[in-house]
């Protein structure tokens, strides 16, 4: 079992940075994929970064490719995501979720946090 709480999120201004944290609980943590994903309102889920167990393998998405990077602490069991250049585009409910799989499809994905919110105003 694994349980992730986000936090990091909030309000910032257009060409701003924030850094959103996952905290993971259990101990089989780092045996898992990680991904963020984010959901804006009227809009469905989507994938923002992913990074395999191994640390090797990494994924963005076009649309944050250059100003996201995801990343882990094994020691913390915690994942990361580094936001720069931030835009009103970017705002939405972003949630980290853990797979034993590396995947880009919300479906692989076993544990999810509740997320937490980004406001980029303009």
């Known amino acids: 079992q694994v349980q992730l709480v986000e936090s990091g999120g909030g309000l910032v201004q257009a060409g701003g940075s924030l850094r959103l944290s996952c905290a993971a609980s259990g101990r089989t943590f780092s045996t898992y994929g990680v991904g963020w994903f984010r959901q804006a309102p009227g809009k469905e889920r989507e994938i923002v970064a992913a990074l395999s167990r191994s640390g090797i393998s990494t994924y963005y998405a076009d649309s944050v490719k250059g100003r996201f990077t995801i990343s882990r602490d094994r020691a913390k069991n915690t994942v990361y995501l580094q936001m720069n250049s931030l835009k009103p585009e970017d705002t939405a409910v972003y949630s980290c979720?853990?797979?034993?799989?590396?995947?880009?499809?919300?479906?692989?994905?076993?544990?999810w946090g509740r997320g937490t919110q980004v406001t980029v105003s303009s």
């Open positions: 979720a853990a797979s034993l799989r590396y995947s880009i499809s919300a479906a692989d994905y076993e544990y």
